[in-house]
């Protein structure tokens, strides 16, 4: 099945390298993120921020089915390191080099940059995808087919959360707000909404699902 990019560029290049992927979706972590602090205090205080910008063909299926980010969906070679480049998007972080992903879903229909940004290179060659976590995710948004938000999650600000696209709808995969149940090993997600439940035991803390190609289970994304 083809892989299928519509709007954003299937290899990195160095005239590509510093733009920001063409996206729809966007989950936007912190390397250390305490909600008890401002967002200030996590963007100072973290190696690395990082960035997964999806364009999807259908935001509002990936939303009731879930969206997951699997081994699978990593386009092999497709990574590198860059040095002194920074899309706009890092405008006025400390950061200063970047390394950069491609995903792709052909099923679901979407693909995705994956941008990691750091001061230090050294972060950056010891990021590993598996390793991002939900608990530290700050920052989540989607738009629909006008280009208009459409779901919104804020870890700092948990009464800025909405979802007018499926309101009330408890959603799964890498969807920070709302859960049905807690499968969290690294804290309480930020104690998401009244109701939280613990009655599974897993992974779900995790970014990236499987564990064949990735590393072990505990608490990341995949």
């Not at 001061?119 to 991002?132: E, I, M, N, Q, Y």
């Not at 709302?178 to 970014?207: I, M, P, Q």
């Amino acid at each position: 099945m083809a892989l299928g990019f519509r709007n954003q560029p299937k290899k990195i290049t160095k005239s590509n390298g510093g733009q920001t992927a063409l996206l729809n979706i966007a989950f936007c972590f912190y390397s250390s993120l305490d909600t008890n602090k401002s967002s200030t205090h996590g963007l100072q205080s973290s190696r690395w921020e990082a960035r997964l910008m999806v364009d999807a063909r259908d935001v509002s299926s990936d939303m009731r089915k879930g969206f997951w980010l699997l081994p699978e969906h990593e386009v092999k070679e497709s990574g590198c390191i860059l040095l002194n480049t920074l899309p706009t998007v890092f405008k006025d972080t400390p950061w200063k080099h970047t390394r950069r992903y491609i995903f792709a879903d052909p099923k679901m229909q979407w693909t995705a940059h994956l941008i990691v940004a750091a001061k230090d290179t050294a972060d950056l060659a010891s990021f590993k995808v598996p390793d991002l976590r939900l608990d530290q995710m700050y920052y989540a948004w989607a738009n629909n087919k006008q280009g208009m938000m459409v779901y919104q999650y804020c870890a700092y600000k948990l009464e800025r959360n909405f979802n007018t696209m499926h309101e009330g709808m408890p959603m799964d995969g890498l969807w920070p707000w709302r859960r049905t149940a807690a499968e969290f090993t690294n804290g309480d997600f930020g104690n998401l909404e009244e109701g939280y439940t613990d009655d599974k035991k897993g992974n779900n803390n995790r970014v990236v699902k499987g564990r064949q190609s990735y590393a072990s289970s505990s608490s990341t994304l995949l």
